[in-house]
Nanobody
Framework: QVQLLESGGGLVQAGGSLRLSCAAS????????MGWFRQAPGKDREFVAT????????YYADAVKGRFTISRDNAKNILILQMNNLKPEDTAVYYC????????????????WGQGTQVTVSS
């Protein structure tokens, strides 16, 4: 059973970039889709991006499309979120999630989360 640990959050100015990582331990996450979700102050946790188990298919929330890139290295059990052109609206705690599920165009998380990493974007 996989444990997830996010890292890479921090404080960045608008227009800057940040790279988040999620490392898995306990077992591989090969064979499972993986996703990033975020929760801004006063808001519900929301979908950011997901990637299929083989890495061939990716999905993005409209708010981040064109700015964020999700990727994975199954051999290293690493999930990445590259965030470019960051905006203050991106400020949130970002969470890694193992095996989110898809219903239509909606992605819902599983109960298997990392601890989260804080991203703060100043204007």
């Amino acid at each position: 059973q996989v444990q997830l640990l996010e890292s890479g959050g921090g404080l960045v100015q608008a227009g800057g970039s940040l790279r988040l990582s999620c490392a898995a331990s306990g077992s591989t996450f090969r064979g499972y889709p993986m996703g990033w979700f975020r929760q801004a102050p006063g808001k519900d946790r929301e979908f950011v991006a997901t990637i299929s188990w083989h890495g061939y298919s990716t999905y993005y929330a409209d708010a981040v499309k064109g700015r964020f890139t999700i990727s994975r290295d199954n051999a290293k059990n690493i999930l990445i979120l590259q965030m470019n052109n960051l905006k203050p609206e991106d400020t949130a705690v970002y969470y890694c999630n193992k095996n989110p599920t898809q219903s239509g165009t909606k992605w819902s998380p599983s109960p298997y989360w990392g601890q989260g990493t804080q991203v703060t974007v100043s204007s």
